[in-house]
């Protein structure tokens, strides 16, 4: 069983398994099919897995053990659940936006997955995606194949803002950090990619500074148009296009927003002003007719042009490439 579905076995005693936690975190579920991959059935687990529920499927209620240690009641229903990136791709198809239109969805944390929604999904090659650029094919609540993207943009610059509390998204300092871009151009002050090795669409790529800012402000506005770099790589190799959707902790930051709105002119960037993107598409597979609380917001490109600076930063690391 799947993380989320183990817990929902821990407190309603059904085993189940489903195909976003499936589709996501392991190599045992293939996309085309529906079915146990090749590697399942080679390894001989296909015969073990969990009967198959939907994510929206109610396996049982709370067991007489869980009713005691949390005081809930005993006809409290337990959902077969869901994998949380995919929770935030039904969360964001409650918008008009994005509902029914071709559109991406990047959720921003630890991880940077970008989780594309072609308009006419038999239209994608998915067997094209560069598994060696950290591309992959996750499954949506509904089993459809959904081309997705990924690196470790929120770990790679909690490396370079340390333990410090002023965060790259914290709202005071939106001002000053967007103030530091200009200079940050002028200076070709950048961060080459990859600082967590092996990840990313540049896993092979040594992550350094190329004249590294010693003001506080212009490092972490620097790390941010790194993370809007390495976003724009991996959205282009999924096909994102028309509009895009940030979610999570960095859809505050607004220097990598904005940046990304410049370096994508014509891709429409929204973020949302929900903080609750995750629980708010798992209570729709509860009720699908539920309706965000606000609107999203669309994002206005960085006043700066970022094309010279894109293009060094990418000669930058086919040098890095050339010269190993």
Same mark, same amino acid.
């Given at each position: 069983? =799947? ?24 190599? %045992? ?9 090749? %590697? ?9 897995? &969990? ?22 009641? &005993? ?13 935030? %791709?039904? &969360?964001?198809?409650?918008? =008009? ?32 995606? =560069? ?127 904005? &940046? ?65």
């Amino acid at each position: 069983m =799947p993380w989320p579905q183990f817990w929902a076995w821990r407190l309603c005693g059904v085993m189940a398994n489903e195909v976003t936690s499936m589709g996501c975190h392991t190599d %045992l579920w293939c996309p085309l099919s529906g079915k146990p991959s090749n %590697l399942a059935n080679q390894l001989g687990i296909s015969s073990r897995l &969990a009967p198959l529920y939907a994510a929206s499927d109610v396996l049982g209620t709370i067991t007489p053990e869980w009713i005691g240690r949390t005081g809930l009641r &005993a006809d409290t229903n337990v959902y077969c659940g869901i994998h949380d990136s995919n929770a935030a %791709l039904i &969360a964001a198809r409650a918008f =008009p936006e994005i509902i029914g239109e071709e559109s991406t969805v990047l959720s921003t944390g630890t991880w940077f997955i970008a989780m594309r929604s072609p308009e006419k999904a038999e239209l994608v090659d998915i067997t094209s995606l =560069p598994e060696s650029r950290d591309c992959l094919v996750n499954i949506d609540a509904f089993g459809k194949p959904v081309p997705s993207a990924r690196f470790m943009g929120g770990r790679e610059i909690e490396t370079q803002i340390q333990i410090d509390t002023r965060r790259v998204d914290i709202k005071p300092d939106q001002p000053a950090l967007l103030s530091a871009v200009p200079e940050i151009i002028a200076k070709s002050q950048m961060l080459l990619p990859t600082l967590a090795k092996g990840t990313g669409p540049f896993p092979d790529s040594k992550g350094v500074w190329m004249n590294e800012p010693d003001n506080w402000y212009a490092k972490r506005a620097a790390a941010c148009l790194y993370a809007a770099l390495v976003a724009d790589q991996s959205l282009d190799l999924i096909g994102s296009k028309e509009r895009i959707l940030v979610e999570g902790r960095f859809a505050e930051a607004q220097v990598f927003v904005r &940046a990304l709105a410049r370096l994508r002119p014509d891709t429409s960037i929204f973020v949302a002003n929900a903080h609750n993107d995750v629980a708010f598409g798992a209570l729709r597979l509860i009720n699908p007719a539920l309706q965000p609380a606000g609107q999203l917001e669309k994002v206005e490109p960085l006043h700066t042009d970022l094309s010279g600076y894109k293009r060094q930063w990418h000669a930058a690391i086919a040098g890095q490439k050339a010269a190993a």
